[in-house]
């Protein structure tokens, strides 16, 4: 990777040195065969599922992705009130029609909790 010269004038050339996500000895996100598939296979046994894959995106990228590959237009999707706004967006994208819960509020911490599973049935 080449360092954008204005850039190194700003920050310096220290940010640039650290970013390594696709060196060949590091693995690839894409298509990971190295530590990252075998940290990914890490992740899935300790969650319990059968495949977990990381995001590099962030949060928006990862509930962008699930949104829009199980919902189609007309679907209902059933979600917290105080969901990510990037939950609207996907269903936005894909046409899907939300089905808002309130979730229960805690009042010993003073936040917003989560959504039960008998709110999701009587919904």
Not at 67 to 76: K, L, Q, R, V, Y
Request: charged share 10%.
């Amino acid at each position: 990777m080449t360092a954008p010269s204005s850039l190194v004038d700003v920050i310096g050339i220290g940010p640039f040195l650290h970013d390594a996500t696709e060196l060949p000895e590091l693995d690839r996100y894409g298509y990971p065969t190295g530590p990252l598939l075998e940290a990914q296979k890490m992740a899935a046994d300790l969650f319990g599922a059968s495949q977990t894959w990381f995001i590099v995106c962030g949060t928006t990228c990862g509930i962008l992705a699930a949104i829009m590959s199980t919902c189609s237009p007309g679907d209902t999707l059933i979600l917290a009130r105080n969901s990510h706004v990037s939950a609207t967006s996907a269903m936005v994208l894909c046409g899907a029609l939300p089905k808002y819960i309130l979730p229960e509020y805690n009042l010993q911490w003073d936040t917003a909790g989560g959504v039960t599973p008998s709110q999701v049935i009587t919904c």
